[in-house]
C-alpha cells in the first residue's frame, strides 16, 4: 500500500515540471539558427556554419515530454538546458561591474563644459 502511494505521488510530482521553455520556443530557435541570415553571420564571425541539432533535439524531446511524460526526455532537457546556462557562464563581462555608484552621482551636470573624449 505504501508503495503505491509513494507511486503516486511521484507520477503527480512528474507531472507538475514543465520545461524551461515553451515547445514553440524550441522550433522558433531552431528555424532561426537555420535562416540563412543567421547562417551568413555565423559563417562571417566564426568560418563554419552554425550546429542548429541540439535545438531540434530539444523540441524533440520536449514533445515528447507533452506528449508521454518521458523522464527520459525530462532529463535530456534538463541536461541541455544547463548546458546552455554553463556555456553563457564562460564569458567573461568586457568591463569591471562597479558595486557602488559614483561618489558625485547626484550632483547636475554641467551642460555647458564639453566632455573629454
Request: glycine letters at 2%; charged letters at 35%; hydrophobic letters at 20%.
Amino acid at each position: 500500500m505504501l508503495a503505491k502511494q509513494l507511486t503516486l505521488a511521484m507520477d503527480k510530482s512528474e507531472t507538475r515540471w514543465r520545461p524551461p521553455r515553451g515547445c514553440d520556443d524550441y522550433i522558433s530557435e531552431f528555424r532561426h539558427c537555420k535562416s540563412l541570415l543567421n547562417c551568413f553571420h555565423h559563417y562571417y564571425t566564426y568560418g563554419t556554419t552554425p550546429s542548429c541539432k541540439q535545438w531540434k533535439e530539444d523540441y524533440k524531446n520536449c514533445k515528447e515530454w507533452e506528449n508521454h511524460r518521458s523522464f527520459e526526455a525530462k532529463e535530456a532537457l534538463q541536461s541541455s538546458e544547463r548546458n546552455r546556462v554553463d556555456e553563457q557562464r564562460k564569458f567573461t563581462p568586457v568591463w569591471k561591474l562597479r558595486q557602488d555608484p559614483p561618489r558625485d552621482w547626484h550632483t547636475p551636470l554641467n551642460q555647458e563644459k564639453p566632455q573629454d573624449s
